[in-house]
């Protein structure tokens, strides 16, 4: 559970760092405009619309901020417990992968699909990149199951 924790707030911070900040393709609210949630527009193209995008992309990396701390107390209390090198841990690498893969498809399901408040890239093709965000995140979350399963349980 702790790795799972960790790794939604490491697959946010991919996401918030990458997609919002270096490459700009989207930010928390840039697909607003929408009658789905019945937010008003936030466009990126002016001033008031990336202050409030900057803002609630602010929120959201306290979010994953928390999720690492969190994920990384528990980490350390359980290393205390059983004295064993979790960090070398298949349990711990792949239950992280199922927290990242996690975190893709709640928030690419909850932000992208059912609220609309962005997307992973705005544009002609944004089916398409709001699916990959899926896929993979539904390939992390296999993929860091089959591999934890090798490991060995590093509870006390």
Known sequence: ????????????????????????????????????????EYPVTTVPGLE????????????????????????YAR?????RPVWRSRELWGWLAVGWGLFNVVEGLVDHQILGIHHVRSGPHQTWWDMGFLLLGALLIVGGWLFQRGGTRTEG
């Open 1 to 40: 559970m702790p790795a799972t924790i960790l790794g939604v707030g490491m697959g946010g911070f991919v996401d918030g760092i990458m997609l919002h900040q270096v490459l700009q393709w989207h930010h928390m609210l840039s697909s607003t405009g929408s009658d789905r949630i019945g937010l008003r």
């Open 52 to 75: 409030m995008n900057t803002l609630w992309d602010g929120f959201f990396h306290v979010f994953t901020w928390l999720s690492v701390l969190t994920g990384l107390a528990l980490l």
């Open 79 to 83: 290393m205390n417990r059983t004295g």
